[in-house]
Every structure is written in C-alpha cells, then in structure tokens.
C-alpha cells in the first residue's frame, strides 16, 4: 500500500524567506503532483514531476526516484503564498494517494 | 470558462435523505474523479472513470453511485446519508501523468 508522508504539516515563515516542503512516499510512482489549496477551498494544480526538477515564477519542485521523496520550494515567500500545499503520488491506474498537507502561512 | 464545475457548491440536508452532486468538464478529458476531504483536509480518492467505465472504487459505501452518461459527466448520488458522509466532495480530471484539473468543491452538511 502506498503511505505519502509530507513534512512539516504546519510552517509559520515571514515575507522573503525560502520555504521547503517535504514529500515522501513508499511505492514506485508514475508521477508526483504538487497542488495548493487557499482558504477558499479551490484546489489548483501546481506540477507533475516524474523526475528531476521543475520551476514555475517562484515555485520549485524536485523529485527524486531512487529516495522515492520530493520537495516544493518558494523563493521570496509572500504572504499570499499562505495556502496548504499537498502532495499526492500517481501510481497505476491514475490512483492518487494525498499527503495530508502543509500549512503554510506567511506573515508580512 | 470554468474547466471542471460542480453543482451545487453548498448542501445542507438531514440525515436519510438521499442527494447528488453534478461534475461537468471541458477539457476533453477521459478519466474524472470523485474526491472526499474530511474536515481535517485531507483528500481520499473515491471513484475514477475512464471514459465513461468505472476504474477505481475505493471501498466507499454503496450507499454512494457514480453515475457518468458521458466522458464529460461524472455525477454523484448519495442515498440515506449520515452524518459521516458531511465532507467537501471535489470532483477532477486529468492525472496519468498530466496535470489535474479539479472543480471548486460541494460543501455537504448533514444534519
């Protein structure tokens, strides 16, 4: 049975600092998906690795295979940063497993 | 245009009444997606349809029925609901190593 474990589960961080999150899981996978959650409850799509590192304005994601871990970093953290970020792995069958989420607030 | 939208966005209904949530999208997409997140936000996967066929059920209760008339479709129909089935049901699309694409959530509260 796949298990996805994120780290921290909750991150207090003031405007500008480097943020990283963590992602672990313990089955081979077909993809990794990072997505961010707002307050308001959306759910949006922030990237699918199957491997190395992807990079999107701020955001950065890394995944690597061999570890079976990922990590999503923001560069300049803002406050509007301030969401609960979610891993999730793809194994066969378009199957998601969720991580329980990262909280994220960032003070100004 | 909204790429997965659901219908309705809040339900607030009493115990053993049966309710269903809508999921349209416009993306072209074969598989979509039935998520429950539980008030501690975290997300389970319920059911995945590919193209109209029933691909993952994931040990949900049969009192819960998707029902997809076309790949554009996955509809939701829960019958004599409890107070357990309160949640945020988010319906997707997307995933086998593409992005995912999910409607807004259905906050259902039973009473």
């Known amino acids: 049975k796949n298990e996805v474990e994120q780290s921290p589960q909750n991150l207090t961080a003031q405007e500008g600092e480097f943020i990283t999150i963590n992602c672990s899981y313990s089955?081979?996978?077909?993809?990794l998906h990072w997505l961010q959650q707002h307050p308001g409850g959306g759910i949006v799509s922030l990237f699918m690795l199957s491997s190395g590192k992807k990079k999107h304005g701020r955001l950065i994601a890394t995944i690597n295979i061999q570890e079976k871990h990922s990590s999503l970093h923001i560069t300049a953290s803002h406050p509007r940063d301030s969401a609960v970020y979610i891993c999730?792995?793809?194994?066969?069958?378009?199957?998601?497993?969720f991580g329980e989420g990262t909280q994220l607030t960032v003070n100004p | 245009d909204t790429a997965v939208s659901q219908t309705p966005k809040y339900l607030v209904t009493q115990m053993g009444n049966d309710k269903s949530i809508k999921c349209e999208q416009n993306?072209?997409?074969?598989?979509m997606y039935w998520y429950k997140q539980d008030s501690k936000k975290f997300l389970k996967i319920m059911f995945s349809?590919?193209?109209?066929?029933?691909?993952i059920n994931e040990t949900v209760p049969n009192r819960f029925s998707p029902k997809s008339p076309d790949k554009a479709h996955l509809n939701l129909h829960i019958n004599s609901l409890e107070l357990g089935d309160s949640a945020v049901y988010f319906c997707?699309?997307?995933?086998?190593?593409?992005?995912?694409?999910f409607g807004e959530g259905s906050r259902l509260t039973v009473l």
């Open positions: 999730a792995s793809e194994t066969s069958g378009s199957r998601l497993t």
């Open positions: 997707a699309t997307g995933g086998y190593t593409g992005e995912l694409f």
């Open positions: 089955v081979g996978i077909s993809a």
């Open positions: 349809y590919n193209n109209k066929e029933l691909i």
């Open positions: 993306l072209g997409h074969d598989t």
